[in-house]
């Protein structure tokens, strides 16, 4: 089976800190997603990338950027951490094509305090 | 754009109820749909898929069936059991391309015993 794993279960960071959100996956997708889950709205696709060093914004970029320097790896950076990035952020992956769906990693509790 | 509404929750059912949550999708073309499902304090886990229209994807005991002349693919269910009780989100995604998927706003099941 593939595996997402993401480094962290839970953190808790500091206003204007930077953060690093680590995902890596082990069957060599081509395509890795970042969402953010919050109650009442679902999941927000953050970036997403279709290949090592390609990144394309998602609906909602603003305050984060990513970094794919290998493909199984895929980090999210939040420049400068604010009370309102306090989420859920769950990694994805998935093999090139839309008939394929997501291998989601189990996501990380990130609070900003 | 393309977009997916499914019902919103909470939904509550006894042990061994009949479940159906509804889902209906706008899209261009002839998309693939998912049912994801959530348990609690974990990532989102693939539970059906259909790839073209009339096909009917089945897991576990759930199955969904891709109606292109309702555009819906309804999650159902013959028997809950508690353990049941998790976030279900259904999603859609062009099967061209290497497209995100779109997600409806998830809806949350309790099953009580």
């Known amino acids: 089976d593939v595996k997402v794993t993401q480094s962290s279960r839970y953190l808790v960071k500091r206003t204007g800190e930077k953060v690093f959100l680590e995902c890596v996956q082990d069957?060599?997708?081509?395509?890795m997603f970042w969402y953010r889950q919050d109650p009442g709205l679902g999941l927000r696709l953050i970036y997403f990338s279709y290949d090592v060093k390609m990144k394309e914004k998602g609906d909602i970029p603003e305050g984060y950027s990513v970094s794919r320097e290998k493909k199984e790896r895929f980090s999210l950076i939040l420049e400068s951490a604010s009370t309102n990035q306090t989420s859920m952020y769950l990694c994805a992956s998935r093999v090139g094509g839309g008939k394929n769906g997501y291998t989601f990693g189990s996501g990380t509790r990130l609070t900003v305090v | 754009g393309n977009s997916v509404t499914q019902m919103e929750g909470p939904v509550t059912l006894s042990e061994e109820a009949f479940l159906t949550i509804n889902c209906t999708y706008t899209a261009t073309g002839y998309p693939s749909l998912f049912w994801y499902v959530q348990y609690p304090g974990e990532g989102l886990q693939l539970l059906l898929k259909a790839t073209k229209a009339d096909d009917k994807g089945s897991n576990k005991g759930f199955e969904a069936t891709y109606r292109k002349e309702t555009t819906s693919f309804h999650l159902e269910k013959g028997s809950v059991q508690v353990s049941d009780s998790a976030v279900y989100f259904c999603?859609?995604?062009?099967?061209?391309?290497?497209?995100?998927?779109?997600f409806g706003k998830g809806t949350r099941l309790s099953v009580i015993a």
């Open positions: 999603a859609l995604s062009r099967n061209s391309g290497n497209t995100p998927l779109v």
């Open positions: 069957m060599d997708h081509e395509n």
